[in-house]
């Protein structure tokens, strides 16, 4: 278990076993512990990662060899329940800032990085902690991919704000921002103490349909299906995230809703041939279409 000073918990080694045997071909330790890892596997005989101050880590899948390592230098005292994901040529993070451990009224950042070398290609701070994981992939109408995050606090708050934005995927550039009724409860929705608890972050983790929507499950028990209607036909917003907790919702972007009463973990969503199915914390959704 890790020790770390600013959060207790995680695992300070990640280690690479073989896959037939089990045995056990290397070990590392990052910077910081890791937390609910999800190592990524670009195809290049590696395997990349993030810690839960926002470091990222690039291994030899073989070896377990440092590659490269890039720190989120003012970032070392932060948590977050957040992740990696990869897009075409970068690796992009959902972490947060400063000293902050994803409470309400502290800030997160998404950012991106080169997945040969490491090196930051852009950043967004945003207005609430990033405790999920980006989605990345096409929108509907657009030609380029995004790159899609939750903002939201964790629970222990009597007004947590929670909300979704999309980024251009090369420049960083802010696409779209929805901002999501307050949710008044220091837990989420039907996450009692009396109950088998869940504890869940603010998000499960987002995922972009291949119609180009957004979906993701809230602390409020909604099953939230985004898409922007007006794609391509309105001037270019300014290119920053808002920093205030209270932005608007841009013009044009829709969301629809189902109650599924309870809230979910990060990996919500499977999906196979007409089939979408959703966890929550004690059921199961299965959609056709």
């Known amino acids: 278990m ?13 280690f690479g076993l073989n896959a037939t045997t089990g045995a056990k071909l290397w070990q590392f ?7 609910n890892l999800a190592p990524l596997f670009p195809g290049d005989n590696s395997t990349v990662f993030m810690d839960f101050a926002g470091n990222v880590y690039k291994l030899s899948l073989e070896t377990g060899k440092q590659i490269w390592k890039t720190l989120a230098l003012n970032d070392q005292g932060s948590f977050s329940d957040g992740g990696a994901i990869l897009g075409s040529s970068l690796v992009y993070t959902c972490s947060n800032i400063g000293e902050g451990h994803g409470s309400e009224g502290t800030r997160g950042a998404v950012r991106a990085y080169g997945l040969s070398d490491g090196k930051m290609a852009w950043e967004q701070m945003l207005p609430s902690p990033c405790n999920s994981y980006p989605a ?10 995004s790159v899609v995050v939750t903002p939201g606090a964790f629970i222990g708050s009597l ?4 909300s979704v934005m999309a980024f251009d995927a090369i420049t960083g550039k802010r696409q779209w921002q929805y901002q999501c009724p307050v949710w008044h409860g220091v837990m989420a929705r039907n996450d009692y103490p009396t109950m088998a608890q869940c504890i869940p972050a603010h998000w499960s983790a987002p995922v972009i349909t291949a119609d180009g929507k957004v979906l993701a499950v809230r602390i409020d028990g909604l099953l939230y299906q985004l898409h922007d209607s007006l794609q391509g036909q309105r ?7 808002p920093k205030d907790l209270n932005f608007e919702t841009t013009p044009g972007v829709q969301a629809e809703t189902l109650d599924l009463e309870r809230s979910s973990l990060h990996g919500a969503f499977a999906f196979a041939p007409n089939t979408m199915a959703v966890n929550t914390c004690d059921s199961l959704f299965v959609f056709r279409y």
Not at 3 to 12: A, D
Not at 136 to 145: Q, T
Not at 159 to 162: P, T
């Open 2 to 14: 890790g020790h770390h000073p600013s959060m207790t918990g995680g695992n300070v080694h990640v």
């Open 29 to 35: 330790a990052p910077e910081v512990p890791v937390w």
């Open 136 to 145: 990345v992939g096409m929108l509907a109408g657009a030609s380029d991919l």
């Open 159 to 162: 007004s947590i704000h929670g």
């Open 235 to 241: 001037e270019s917003l300014d290119p920053a995230a």
